[in-house]
Each structure stands twice: as structure tokens, then as C-alpha cells.
């Protein structure tokens, strides 16, 4: 049986250190007094963790549980495995309280550096030669992916590269980014945009729902154009093709604002030599995608197993928010009553048809 989210429940958390070699809990800890996880897929590591302890802890892995207890039946559902690095002591005049922060095991990447100069060569497959990098460089598990693109020129590292960043960049020429288990093991997630992906969760507003009243929207309209202009020159002449949003029922139109705020594209990606009518839909179609608002939006609710990347749907009418697509970017997961998580995702839409 799987847990079900909406009902009623008991929860605790319990804490053990990970053997990094095996990768397998070993002792638990039973002097955290209060853990906050941190999941952000804008930062290189993936997240972080804020752990507050009764005494001091040596560097170690660290992973977290949220133990379930439903309809008679015990659940150990992993939150995350951590890094602990950094301990401060603070004493109160009763008792002492040993504040850590705890990292991804991606920072392993993060603390090395590639030799100045390292190259992979033309035409290496990408993903079997992060995966071999990545395996060597840090301790965690790595789960391969499948993908047989080839690098289409020399790859070298920067002075600056951290094997982290030298990695991060290389397997974006495959359209990968690094991804994080609970359990802590490595993985390649393939770049998709929110159009292609399915909701996992449906976040309602009904008597069941796990979702918290307050919802913030953030939006921003400034710098999404309204015209488009596009040039294509050669030695013996150019082309040339202006599109304009004048639609009144469009929110950024020429007419709706009172002005105009114009994109030049001087270098179109196009094959072959275009005619006028090619350059004309390019345009019609660059305006088309640049005429999209990206909403970002914050909510809290229960915890319940939706990770950083995936898709969710909203569908809480008092905020406005209708069958929404959102991806999740970011999750703030308090080891508290109720595991609340405070999620951030975004939802694009069209402003011109």
C-alpha cells in the first residue's frame, strides 16, 4: 500500500550516518533537534540543509527520514543525504546547541579542480564520459544515463572549473542537467520544457486538499517585446521583415501599452537562402515566442513526495490559478509537525496569439 497524503497520519524523523563507500545507513542520531532541507534547482549542488544539534558532530553523511505511520502500517520515506561540514556551538547559560550546515554529495565536485588545460576530445560520447568523471571525482552512487551524443569540438577546461562546473557544462551539450535522489545518488535528468511533461500532483483547494491558503504570483512584463523586427544580409543584398502585436485584447500590444518595444534578430537561424515569405513567418514566429510571461509562483503544503523538476497542477480558483502546469524549481522542507514544504515553481502564458 502507498501512503496516502491526504489523510490522517503520524509522522517523526529519524536521522543515520551513511558509510560513504556502501552507501548504506549505519548508526542513527538521536541528538538533531531541528533539520531544514533546502532543494534549488539554480544552484550548481542542488540544495543544502540547516541542521541544529544537542552536541557536536564530525564530518560525516548524513541522511534524513520522515517516518510515516498510516492505517497501522510504518513508512521511511527518505528527505535527502547530506554533507555535514561546518559546526558553530552557541550556549544559552542551560544548554548548547551545535548549528551545522550540510551540503549535497555534488560539493565533492565542487571542492576539486581539473588539471589546467584538460581536454575531451572531438567526437567522445558525452554522457559515458560524465558519468566515469563524475564517478571518479566523487564518492556517492552514480546512475548512468543512456545517450550516445558526441561532442562536435574539442571541450576544454577553464582556469576557473571546478569539476563541477567543468561537468555542468559538458553535459549540457547533451541537454542534461545534474539531478539528486533522497537517497543521495547521482542522476542525469534530460532537459524538457513543462509543455511535455505530466503533472505528478494536483494541488486542489477542496476539503482534502494539503495545500495552504496563502499563494504569491510573481510576474513581470517589462522587456517582452511587441514588434519584431528580422534582418538577413549577404554580400549581394538583405531582407527584411517587420511584425507587429497590435491586438487589443493582448495585455503587451502596441495598442494596449501606447507603444513600442521592438526585437532586431540581424543574425536568423536559417537554412538555405529564405524569401521573403520564409523571413515573414520567422518573425510572425520569434514574436509568437518571445510573447510569453513567466510567472513564478510560492505555496506551502503537506508533504507529499513531489520532487524539484517535476510537474504539478493548480487548481485553486480563490488564487486565479486554473489547471495550471507549474514545474517545480525549488523546495524549502521543514522537519517540523506536518512537514510543511514551502515549493516554487513556473508556469509560462502566451500574451499573444
Not at 497590435?246 to 500590444?253: A, E, N, T
Not at 520532487?307 to 522537519?335: F, M, P, W
Request: hydrophobic share 35%; glycine share 6%; charged share 20%.
Amino acid at each position: 500500500m502507498a501512503i496516502d497524503w491526504t489523510a490522517s497520519m503520524q509522522q517523526t524523523f529519524e536521522f543515520y550516518t551513511v558509510d560513504p563507500n556502501t552507501w548504506k545507513d549505519v548508526d542513527a542520531v538521536t541528538t538533531i533537534k531541528s533539520c531544514k532541507i533546502d532543494r534549488d534547482s539554480s544552484q550548481q549542488t542542488l540544495g543544502s540543509a540547516s541542521i541544529d544539534a544537542k552536541d557536536t558532530m564530525d564530518e560525516c553523511y548524513l541522511r534524513v527520514y520522515l517516518i510515516v505511520i498510516q492505517n497501522g502500517l510504518k513508512y521511511q520515506v527518505p528527505l535527502g543525504t547530506f554533507l555535514i561540514q561546518t559546526p558553530g556551538i552557541s550556549f544559552d547559560g542551560k544548554s548548547q546547541t551545535v548549528s551545522v550546515d550540510a551540503y549535497t554529495p555534488l560539493m565533492e565536485l565542487k571542492e576539486n579542480l581539473p588539471p589546467i588545460g584538460y581536454t575531451i576530445f572531438k567526437n567522445t560520447e558525452i554522457m559515458d564520459t560524465a558519468v566515469s568523471l563524475t564517478r571518479e571525482h566523487l564518492r556517492a552512487p552514480v546512475v548512468p544515463a543512456t545517450d550516445t551524443e558526441v561532442l562536435s569540438s574539442d571541450f576544454v577546461a577553464n582556469v576557473s572549473d571546478t569539476w563541477l562546473t567543468f561537468l555542468i557544462d559538458l553535459i549540457a551539450n547533451a541537454d542534461y542537467t545534474y539531478d539528486l535522489d533522497e537517497l543521495g545518488r547521482v542522476l542525469f535528468a534530460p532537459d524538457q520544457d513543462i509543455a511535455s511533461l505530466q503533472p505528478v500532483w494536483k494541488y486542489n483547494d477542496d476539503n482534502s486538499s494539503i495545500l495552504y491558503p496563502d499563494v504569491e504570483d510573481e510576474r513581470d512584463l517589462y522587456g517582452i517585446p511587441n514588434v519584431v523586427e528580422v534582418v538577413y544580409s549577404t554580400d549581394t543584398g538583405y531582407l527584411y521583415s517587420r511584425v507587429v502585436n497590435d491586438d487589443p485584447g493582448s495585455p503587451i500590444s502596441t495598442v494596449t501599452r501606447g507603444r513600442e518595444i521592438v526585437y532586431r534578430d540581424s543574425s536568423p537561424s536559417l537554412s538555405g537562402t529564405p524569401t521573403q515569405g520564409v523571413l515573414d513567418d520567422y518573425a510572425t514566429s520569434l514574436l509568437r515566442d518571445l510573447s510569453c510571461l513567466e510567472h513564478t509562483i510560492t505555496y506551502k503544503h503537506g508533504y507529499c513526495g513531489v520532487r524539484v523538476g517535476d510537474c504539478v497542477e493548480l487548481n485553486y480558483e480563490r488564487a486565479g490559478l486554473s489547471h495550471v502546469k507549474a514545474k517545480v524549481t525549488a523546495q524549502s522542507i521543514s522537519c517540523e509537525t506536518g512537514c510543511p514544504v514551502e515549493e516554487t515553481a513556473v508556469y509560462t502564458t502566451k500574451l499573444w496569439r
